[in-house]
T-cell receptor
Framework: DTGVSQDPRHKITKRGQNVTFRCDPISEHNRLYWYRQTLGQGPEFLTY????????KSRLLSDRFSAERPKGSFSTLEIQRTEQGDSAMYLC?????????????FGNGTRLTVT | GQQVMQIPQYQHVQEGEDFTTYCNSS?????IQWYKQRPGGHPVFLIQ?????EVKKQKRLTFQFGEAKKNSSLHITATQTTDVGTYFCAGPENSGGSNYKLTFGKGTLLTVNP
């Protein structure tokens, strides 16, 4: 078990630029989640995949955000035309779909700073 | 939508003192999970409670799930400096039992003075 891996760890970008983050889940996990966390807050749900299917996307997520999980393995999260309000820690998590007993395993996150 | 609230937001204790954080949900939960996030780290799963009135212990940590399955608590006995971090509770938005979409509370930041 090598854990959930996220890349990059840090990203500084200028407002208006596009950014893409990658997440490699634990290999046998079929569920993958993206969360966003700002200072002093708990993780906020963004989107969820079961295998390659994106089953839910938060209503809070604007159309500038898109996520993919081709082949049900790694996932990417793209933010287009970044805004300063997008600055946050983006956390990826994975889990097994074993009923209710499937805790989330989080990666170390990608910290995005939009200047 | 579902709301998960935690109190207190911050707690500073002397090493050896006890600590408790409380979690309340606006809806009945099928289960509740607790996570710990060390400063600069990522949330790490601690435990899941499923049954009404359930109590689970992990060494100095005691977790409770309320009878109505709308509240929970985490109690740490005789805190140590290694307990420092933010403790989050999280409940599934889908009351059918799947935890595919967890709503997290804002967390309680615990600091311990050695």
């Amino acid at each position: 078990d090598t854990g959930v891996s996220q890349d990059p760890r840090h990203k500084i970008t200028k407002r208006g630029q596009n950014v893409t983050f990658r997440c490699d889940p634990i290999s046998e996990h079929n569920r993958l989640y993206w969360y966003r966390q700002t200072l002093g807050q708990g993780p906020e749900f963004l989107t969820y995949f079961q295998n390659e299917a994106q089953l839910e996307k938060s209503r809070l997520l604007s159309d500038r955000f898109s996520a993919e999980r081709p082949k049900g393995s790694f996932s990417t999260l793209e933010i287009q035309r970044t805004e300063q309000g997008d600055s946050a820690m983006y956390l990826c998590a994975s889990s097994l779909s074993k009923g209710i007993n499937s805790p989330l395993h989080f990666g170390n996150g990608t910290r995005l700073t939009v200047t | 939508g579902q709301q998960v609230m935690q109190i207190p937001q911050y707690q500073h204790v002397q090493e050896g003192e006890d600590f408790t954080t409380y979690c309340n949900s606006s809806t009945t939960l099928s289960n509740i999970q607790w996570y710990k996030q060390r400063p600069g780290g990522h949330p790490v799963f601690l435990i899941q409670l499923v049954k009404s009135g359930e109590v689970k212990k992990q060494k100095r940590l005691t977790f409770q799930f309320g009878e109505a399955k709308k509240n929970s608590s985490l109690h740490i006995t005789a805190t140590q400096t290694t307990d420092v971090g933010t403790y989050f509770c999280a409940g599934p938005e889908n009351s059918g039992g799947s935890n595919y979409k967890l709503t997290f509370g804002k967390g309680t930041l615990l600091t311990v003075n050695p």
